[in-house]
T-cell receptor, first 112, second 114 residues
Framework: QKEVEQDPGPLSVPEGAIVSLNCTYS??????FMWYRQYSRKGPELLMY????GNKEDGRFTAQVDKSSKYISLFIRDSQPSDSATYLC????????????FGKGTKLTVNP | GAGVSQSPRYKVAKRGQDVALRCDPI?????LFWYQQALGQGPEFLTY????????KSGLPSDRFFAERPEGSVSTLKIQRTQQEDSAVYLC????????????FGSGTRLTVV
């Protein structure tokens, strides 16, 4: 079992839909949780960054962390065709190496 | 520069050839990271520098992989005697300090070993 599990999709939704993306993890020592967006042939771009549990909102994006269930989510409201990309969850330990452990990524297509 | 710059963008190497991949981080960024991303997978950590010190190289898959950052700025990832399983996108990222996860990634070098 990988440390971070993410359904690779693909996920296809109509424009305006609410999108829910999820990851589960096995290492309870993870404290930092991130979502990156990656367009084709580009590097990942940081979308949301959360420390420990709770919710964080930024515009149309909401990140949730449930450490008791070892489960994180990213919600996209009013999805747009420009949101079409691969979404990667990533996690890191506190006080250790700076390395991130990534999920496999979920490929999202928003159809106009 | 405005972002993390990687060169070359694409590299085709014959099996057994040595390659060198370059990363120019954002000016002033202390931390620099290398990741390997296979097709359809998430990035996997290779190594981490803080200034010129290589603090973690636990992700380097074999002794054919070597990274350096001699002056604490530009970094080079070298792969000796390339093999087909080395084919991947190699991503470099940098951050201003050690704030975990707040990286800026480059667009990567796509290495194809034939």
């Amino acid at each position: 079992q990988k440390e971070v599990e993410q359904d690779p999709g693909p996920l296809s939704v109509p424009e305006g839909a609410i999108v829910s993306l999820n990851c589960t993890y096995s290492n309870s020592a993870f404290q930092y949780f991130m979502w990156y967006r990656q367009y084709s042939r580009k590097g990942p771009e940081l979308l949301m960054y959360t420390y420990s549990s709770g919710n964080k909102e930024d515009g149309r994006f909401t990140a949730q962390v449930d450490k008791s269930s070892k489960y994180i989510s990213l919600f996209i409201r009013d999805s747009q065709p420009s949101d079409s990309a691969t979404y990667l969850c990533a996690m890191a330990l506190q006080g250790g190496s700076e390395k991130l452990v990534f999920g496999k990524g979920t490929k999202l297509t928003v159809n106009p | 520069g405005a972002g993390v710059s990687q060169s070359p963008r694409y590299k085709v190497a014959k099996r057994g050839q040595d390659v060198a991949l370059r990363c120019d981080p954002i000016s002033g960024h202390v931390s620099l990271f290398w990741y390997q991303q296979a097709l359809g997978q998430g990035p996997e950590f290779l190594t981490y520098f803080q200034n010129e010190a290589q603090l973690d190289k636990s992700g380097l898959p074999s002794d054919r992989f070597f990274a350096e950052r001699p002056e604490g700025s530009v970094s080079t990832l070298k792969i000796q005697r390339t093999q087909q399983e080395d084919s991947a996108v190699y991503l470099c990222a940098s951050s201003l300090n050690t704030a975990t996860g707040g990286y800026t990634f480059g667009s990567g070098t796509r290495l194809t070993v034939v």
